[in-house]
């Protein structure tokens, strides 16, 4: 399939075909049958980089084949949200227009969400010029849309804003609207509809828990702030810096009080767990810290971590990597059964797939 394209008619059947393989990573484990959530077939994804290619007069974003390296021009990206897919030719064509904008241009990334706001970072080979803030604040006005639009200025060691560096999102989880806001270059889910899907099925499941939940690998509060009414308290641990300081805005402008956000890694946070010690200022004895949410990155749960995973009466178990969620569940299915298993398409027509799994410890 050719980058940046879409197939709608042949969606369902992709999904079907790649749900199946990969069920049968899982075939060794008493698995219930997996809840498939889909993706809208087009118009999904709220990030997107891009090269630019010069090319005489001429100027457009491209994407490489990832297997043949191949180049590829894109004049529509219909892999995109609406707010992305429809401003990219707008932008384009703007900016040919200002030779300030468009030399030594190499790179632009779009970040947006359901909420309509939009962020654009122009990224330069070379240093941009003093001159660069006011050609971006006119071409801002040119481009005047119905929601926010920001725009930054990057180079090497360099950094120019010209009002904000990140969007507010807004989602709807469970008849609740949350807030959250997304810096560029961090961490953030990059299909918005389906982390809605994905939030509201560890919704449904939290219902059915009580007690404290501890949470690892939280990054801006994206599950922390949804779950937290389930929860007793709620404490959350994220080692970017970025990612909790935008985590603690979350919180605030939630209005959300039973959710505490610790920079410790999952490493330091089983240490301190196995040798019975605080995380950080908590004071654990007060906690009834039964249940632990993980969200890690591809590499999945180091033995230490998946140690401490197993001590909970309650498991979730968010992955971005089925391989490495097979290999952690041969340790935590010893002590634990899966009650429950989902696939959310983050990913259409790739053969990446996140899953979900919660796991309760086994009985006598």
Known sequence: ????????????????????????????????????????PQHYRCRAEFRVWHEGDDLYHIMFDPQTKTRHRIDYFPVAIKTIADFMPRLIEAIKRRPLLRNRLYQIDYLSGLSGELLVSLIYKKPVPVEWADEVRQLKAELCTDHPLDFIGRARKQKILIDRDFITEQLHIENRQISYQQVENSFSQPNAAVNQQMLSWACQISKQLSGDLLELYCGNGNFSLALAPYFRQVVATELSKVSIKSAELNIRQNQINNVQVLAMSAEDVSAALAQGNALKHIDLTGLALNTILVDPPRAGLDLATVQLVSRFDDILYISCNPAT?????????????????????????THHMESGVWLRRKTS
């Open 325 to 349: 969620l097979a290999d952690n569940l041969q340790t935590l299915t010893q002590t634990h059964e899966v009650l429950q298993f989902a696939f959310f398409d983050q990913f259409p027509y």
């Open 1 to 40: 399939m050719q980058p940046g394209q879409v197939y709608p008619t042949q969606y369902a059947q992709l999904l079907a075909d790649k749900a199946n393989d990969v069920r049968q990573l899982f075939s060794a484990f008493a698995m219930p049958q997996p809840q498939v959530f889909a993706s809208a």
